[in-house]
Every structure is written in structure tokens, then in C-alpha cells.
């Protein structure tokens, strides 16, 4: 069974944003998804410090539930992000979250995962927070497979005509995603190709001062490094986890 994690950025856990996403999960096979659904309140998460030592170590010193937040996204077949439009952004607590995942963003850690971005809103602001969160993700390495946001004004969210098509069709894109592997897309190749020249120079000025910095480790530690786009390391990654799988079968036989 495909696993769905979906994190709302809305501390309603009965609210709009939620209610979109269950409309979603309800067009899916049961039989061959589930889904967790996440809210603010549900983790002890604090306030970024801005100490930087995450870019440094690739960990935050912090002691909380980001952690088991991190993991959930990470062990999660398709992963769906969602906030409700707060002063034309999505929600405080959803952006604090991020900023503590900060080091994603220089990492791709998202290894392209298909992820579905989701905003709702009154009357306006439709495009600020899913185009924010779109962003974030790609930086993370996300492959961003469906966003669409859901207004009040004009009536989406309580139009049914309206959100069975948005929904059925996002559907539709969960179902084609999940089963494929991990895929790359034009936008993540191109945050691939910035993020890895700053890596390379970054590197060469750790060495000129003898220190070893953490961004820079993981991507040599996982191969990134070592290719021409995120498609090549995908495909690498996945050649690489088969023969390990192949080599424990025969090994057990």
C-alpha cells in the first residue's frame, strides 16, 4: 500500500484546507493508499534560531518533534503540503516548520518525491502560497506533480461540480506518480545545477581552511556530486538500491 503524509499548514482540523485534501484522498483507491494527515499543533516544533549550524551539520541542535515530522515526509510514498492563505502567504506555523528544514533546500532531500501543493483562500490570494510552497519544494528537491488552490469567492471549495474535476484530476496525477520511481523535472535540474556549483566552490574554500562543512559532505556522501543532473543521480540511486536488494536475497538463498 502507497503511503500519503499530508502536512496542513491550518491548525482547523476541520477547516477548508483540510476538507480539500480529504476530497482528494476520497477520489483514491483505499485498498491501495493511505493517507496521515499533520497539523501544527499535532508536533512540538520551535522557532528557528537562525544559528546556522544546520547548514554546517546537516542536523538542528534543537531538541523537539522535527525529527519524527522529517521522517514521516520522508518514508511517505507521495506527500502532499497544504496551507490556507494567511496575508497573502501560507501560514505562520507552516512557514516556521520550514524554516527548520532549511538544509533541504541545499540538499534536494526530497530525492524527487511526487508532491501535490495545496492552498485555500476567502476571496484572494490564490497563486501566493501554493507558488511560495511550489518553490520550496523544488529547492528540496520535490517533484511537484499537481498545485491548485481552493476560493471561497467565487465559491470552489463548496462547489461540487467544480471540486470534483480539481480533485479527480489531482487524483489521477496521485495514482500516475505512484507508480513510477522517483522522477527529476526541468525545474529541479535547474536548482541541481546552481545548487551543485555552489557546493563545488564552497568545497574548495572548506579545504583552503581545513574544515569540513555538512552540505557539502552529504552531497558527496550520496553521489550527487558526482553527476551531470538530478535524473542521472536518481537513476544511479535506484541501480544502486537494487543490487544491494539483490545482493541480500542471494546472500539469505
Not at 502536512?7 to 476520497?26: A, C, M, P, W
Not at 508536533?43 to 522529517?70: A, H, M, P, S
Not at 553521489?223 to 536518481?234: H, P
Amino acid at each position: 500500500m502507497k503511503q500519503i503524509f499530508a502536512l496542513i499548514g491550518s491548525r482547523r482540523k476541520e477547516g477548508y484546507t483540510k476538507k480539500f485534501v480529504q476530497d482528494i484522498y476520497n477520489k483514491l483507491d483505499k485498498n491501495e493508499f493511505g493517507i496521515e494527515y499533520a497539523h501544527p499543533q499535532d508536533f512540538n516544533i520551535e522557532f528557528c534560531r537562525g544559528c546556522g549550524q544546520c547548514f554546517v551539520t546537516t542536523k538542528c541542535l534543537l531538541q523537539d518533534d522535527l525529527k519524527i515530522l522529517q521522517e514521516k515526509i520522508l518514508d511517505s510514498d507521495i506527500f502532499i503540503i497544504a496551507s490556507p492563505v494567511y496575508l497573502h502567504y501560507m501560514t505562520a506555523d507552516l512557514k516556521a516548520i520550514l524554516d527548520r528544514m532549511s538544509w533541504w533546500a541545499h540538499t534536494l532531500r526530497l530525492q524527487g518525491k511526487p508532491v501535490v501543493v495545496l492552498s485555500t483562500c476567502s476571496s484572494n490570494g490564490y497563486k501566493t502560497a501554493i507558488e511560495a510552497l511550489g518553490k520550496i519544494i523544488t529547492f528540496m528537491g520535490g517533484n511537484v506533480i499537481a498545485s491548485s488552490n481552493a476560493s471561497q469567492m467565487p465559491n470552489q471549495i463548496n462547489n461540487k461540480k467544480w471540486l470534483d474535476e480539481v480533485t479527480e484530476e489531482i487524483a489521477q496525477r496521485i495514482n500516475k506518480a505512484s507508480a513510477l520511481e522517483e522522477q527529476s523535472n526541468q525545474y529541479i535540474e535547474t536548482v541541481f545545477k546552481s545548487t551543485k556549483s555552489s557546493m563545488l566552490r564552497q568545497e574548495e574554500t572548506a579545504k583552503q581552511f581545513s574544515v569540513e562543512l555538512g552540505e557539502v559532505k552529504y552531497w558527496r556522501d550520496s553521489g550527487m556530486i558526482d553527476c551531470s543532473s538530478f535524473q542521472e543521480y536518481l537513476d544511479k540511486k535506484r541501480i544502486g538500491v537494487r543490487k544491494k536488494y539483490e545482493g541480500s536475497i542471494s546472500a539469505a538463498e
